[in-house]
């Protein structure tokens, strides 16, 4: 067996090249070789040539086709040159090549011989053939859990039932009943308050709120606050931030130049507003996944494909384009396998998975739905943006063509596209031109640019035009050098142009996927080298799981309804366990991002599928499964540590209570915004560039090509909630890095958790954190009675939710006068804390209450929900 794959694959790697002369053996007297006498010397020592491994590279030796085409590297034999075929190198091990196989008996001279003659012979076949074993993807079984069918268990009878609120509780309850483990009480109605209004929308509740909820003596009135926070715009804000993360979303191209994307957000939007609109699952699904390839297919259908197009993008000088389409299909299936299937799916792109039921052919199966796609980017205008710019819009073309037409760059442009065309075609034989093209491929808009510039000028859209132009204009310098492009001064026409287009209204743009007009074929990856095809194949989904319905050639439209399919254990399991996750701190399977044979176990089997059948029944509703939830009574316990249970449960698997849970990077600066009155609660819109650290932007080296720039936004803006903060891949908004935010090259199935001193620094001294302890302090100053007592309740009321203990009340009263002595001892020191100007009294005070409110926004209590 070491011989079956280890001779077919070193057969079949890079082309060797050796002379014709090499020595090698030489072949035995003339005698006619029979065809069956090769066929069965390669069987008898080697099964593996035409067997299961010839998927993988198309070579084997019981059909003549595919032994004279040999594989992905060219001809393994050449008929009458057995001294020039790759085959007899390679069993010969001539000129330094390792003979095969490198382990057990080689062949011996005198066979070696024999497949000379044959070859010299004309490597003729006859009539011969061996029959191969069928090996097809649809073979593959497994007993595994997670790819058994769900079934909706019935919900267990528990003593104690008046515990249980809903199903979800007798699961619990049972499961604890038969450990012998009793549940914990309910949290008081302030912690239940703050901790559903985090979990819903992300943001903690204001003292109005906590007094109405504390004052609601009706026996629903908690299930009415979880209604109105389900109905809550910013419901869409906090559960769009866990879907992006599986997105990889990031608001920049990643690599070396880390261009920003200025339109990423419009995808983000979609994802906002169809949670908010509690869109079913499967439709979300659907428009993600082939939104496009729906009949009449709506805008944001078309926008909801931007899914696929947060794949990094590499603009580097040099690299291969082929390479980088190939790296963003391999990213787009294994993405996809990661998140509707919790498989990683990924490891099988260079070889069959290690322990998953999932063959490389498998991979390149779902592979093949996304290597006849192509990125487009469409006019994707949001409400009261078309009125605008129809009305500027033609003052707009007027100036752009007078601009144009005054730096002569149509009759400049069309001599340099066809030289482009000329260089495109001849490489090598002017290397600034090579330059030239190689920019117009990889720094245009979209990387559209060598396809726009083959195309007739009267085929081109508007856009394209546009797009080529502007590249031409920015990048006139690599064809013809620094010299030729100051005389014709497109520097300044570039600034013009850019200052024209901010002055006129434009309509908001999507980056989105299509289908290509013809299907391309698609290949298998020997050891998933994209430069190496093996067998073909066609659009498929993984054969442990039921089938495609399709009979035709498979679209994404149909792997999307795969995915979303009754049969399909996984992807309800899947998304219900993820949802779990955010409310208790760990999936009822804990490896949210591996549902595979090395993934964890769940801990309540049945509670999964009922939940699971649950979603599917009730129209895949996000927020009905959701409120079943957070009602329950499972979800409503406290979250006080149990010590009887360290050592029987300590991880809290069996939920005999709820967990704590530290929020999240953008959840802690919105609670800091929130408390301090700053936050600004618009919902949707571009990405924002709050404060930062002086020097990050400069890290990265997209420096060098004008991407340093971190121009902070202004007004409401700088306060946007933290979904909305600018995501630069190469340098990332430190905070939320700080706090355990994805780099958004992967999906993110899970955040970890952390807890540093570097975290503990940021709260105490980012622009950000200061700014909001001196608003929190400048709110209880001019909103609370002018008495110590009445505001520093009101302080702890702004930031966690409850009035102070004693012993905080002296502890901080006596922090307070420090300050002030500290303040009062040092000129000058008090102004330089407070962000507003004031008499010299005021100042002190506000001074002194920014210190203490930035005390209360490092308590733990604030950045923890309970």
């Known amino acids: 067996m070491v011989y079956r794959s280890s001779l077919l694959l070193l057969l079949t790697s890079a082309v060797v090249c050796v002379a014709a002369d090499a020595p090698v053996l ?150 604890l009943q038969r450990e012998k483990i009793a549940p914990s009480p309910e949290a008081s109605k302030l912690t239940l308050l703050r901790r559903v ?22 026996s629903d009135s908690y299930e009415r606050v979880v209604d109105r926070l389900l109905a809550s ?21 990643g690599y070396e130049k880390d261009w920003f994307r200025p339109w990423a957000w419009r995808y983000r939007e979609w994802v906002i507003n169809s949670i908010n609109a509690d869109m079913p699952f499967n439709e979300f699904t659907v428009d993600q996944i082939a939104g496009d390839l729906l009949p009449h297919a709506s805008l944001e259908q078309h926008v909801a494909t931007g899914f696929h197009r947060n794949t990094l993008t590499n603009r580097e000088g040099g690299i291969s384009n082929a390479q980088f389409r190939f790296e963003d299909t391999v990213d787009r299936a294994a993405t996809v396998g990661s998140v509707w299937l919790g498989l990683t799916v990924g490891c099988a792109q260079c070889h069959d998975h290690k322990f998953d039921p999932i063959s490389q052919k498998d991979f390149y199966q779902l592979f093949a739905f996304f290597d006849s796609v192509e990125e487009v980017d469409i006019d994707a205008p949001m409400p009261g943006e078309i009125g605008p710019y129809l009305n500027a819009h033609g003052e707009y073309e007027r100036k752009r063509h007078e601009l144009l037409e005054q730096y002569h760059v149509p009759e400049l442009q069309a001599a340099w596209e066809v030289r482009m065309r000329e260089a495109a075609a001849s490489p090598g034989k002017w290397l600034d031109w090579d330059l030239a093209w190689d920019c117009v491929q990889k720094l245009t808009e979209g990387g559209d640019g060598g396809k726009i510039l083959h195309k007739p000028f009267a085929e081109r859209s508007k856009r394209e035009q546009d797009i080529l132009t502007d590249h031409f204009i920015r990048n006139y310098h690599f064809a013809v050098g620094p010299k030729k492009y100051a005389e014709v001064k ?112 769940p801990s309540h089997p049945e509670l999964l599928d009922w939940l699971a059948s649950q979603f599917v029944d009730s129209g895949w509703s996000r927020k009905q499964l959701i409120r079943t939830i957070v009602t329950s009574a499972t979800y409503r316990q406290s979250s006080k540590a149990r010590p009887e249970l360290d050592a029987t449960d300590p991880s809290n698997a069996l939920l005999a209570r709820q967990t704590r849970l530290r929020l999240s990077a953008e959840l802690i600066r919105d609670s800091a915004l929130s408390a301090s009155g700053l936050l600004s609660l618009q919902v949707g819109g571009k990405s924002v560039r709050p404060p930062q650290p002086a020097g990050v932007m400069e890290l990265g080296y997209g420096k060098r090509f004008g991407n340093a720039a971190w121009d902070e936004s202004k007004g409401a803006d700088r306060y946007r909630r933290g979904v909305y903060i600018q995501f630069q891949r190469s340098t990332p908004y430190p905070q939320l890095v700080t706090f355990d935010a994805p780099m958004s090259k992967a999906p993110v199935c899970r955040r970890d958790r952390s807890n540093t ?20 302090a400048y709110r209880v100053i001019t909103s609370a009675p002018n008495n110590f007592g009445a505001r520093l309740n009101y302080a702890f009321k702004l930031s966690v939710g409850r009035e102070p203990t004693e012993p905080e009340v002296r502890s ?38 920014t210190g203490l409110s930035s005390v209360l926004l490092n308590l733990d209590e604030f950045i923890t929900r309970e």
């Open 233 to 253: 715009p910013h419901f869409g804000e906090k559960w769009a931030r866990h879907w992006l993360d599986l997105a990889r979303y990031a608001d920049s191209d």
């Open 812 to 849: 901080l009263e006596k922090y307070l006068e420090r300050q002030r002595t500290i303040f009062t001892r040092e000129p000058g020191a008090a102004a330089k804390v407070v962000a507003s100007q004031a008499t010299e009294s005021e100042t002190l005070d506000l001074a002194c209450w």
């Open 490 to 601: 497109f520097k300044e026409l570039d600034e013009k142009l850019r200052e024209l287009k901010v002055s006129h209204p434009q309509l908001s743009q999507a980056m989105t996927l299509t289908e290509l007009p013809q299907p391309q074929p698609s290949f298998l990856r020997v050891r998933g080298d994209y430069k190496n095809p093996g067998v073909e194949v066609k659009p498929a989904g993984l054969s442990v799981l039921p089938p495609l319905a399709s009979n035709t050639r498979p679209t994404r439209l149909d792997l999307a309804q795969w995915l979303i399919s009754p049969a399909n254990p996984l992807t309800s399991r899947v998304a219900v366990n993820r949802m779990w996750q955010e409310f208790f701190g760990q999936g009822i399977v804990k490896s949210s991002d591996d549902f595979g044979t090395r993934g964890d176990l």
């Open 26 to 175: 030489p072949a035995p007297a003339s005698r006619k070789i029979d065809p069956k006498e090769i066929q069965t010397l390669f069987s008898a020592r080697c099964y593996g040539c035409h067997g299961p491994q010839q998927q993988m590279s198309g070579f084997r030796l019981d059909q003549s086709e595919a032994a004279m085409r040999g594989g992905y590297s060219g001809a393994v034999i050449k008929p009458g040159a057995s001294a020039d075929s790759p085959l007899v190198h390679r069993i010969a091990g001539v000129k330094g090549i390792p003979a095969m196989p490198p382990a057990g008996p080689k062949l011996t001279p005198e066979q070696v011989g024999i497949v000379r003659a044959w070859i010299d012979q004309g490597a003729g076949w006859g009539d011969a053939t061996i029959a191969a074993p069928s090996v097809t993807s649809a073979s593959r079984k497994s007993s595994h859990w997670a790819f058994q069918p769900v079934r909706r268990s019935a919900v267990p009878a528990v003593s104690s039932a008046e515990w249980v609120r809903n199903p979800i509780d007798a699961f619990v309850l049972a499961r």
């Open 197 to 218: 209004s985090l979990d819903l929308t992300g943001i903690p509740p204001n003292p109005e709120e906590i007094e109405q909820f504390l004052a609601d003596k009706r």
């Open 757 to 776: 001193s570097l975290q503990a620094l940021n709260l105490l001294n980012d622009p950000v954190f200061t700014e909001a302890a001196q608003g929190l």
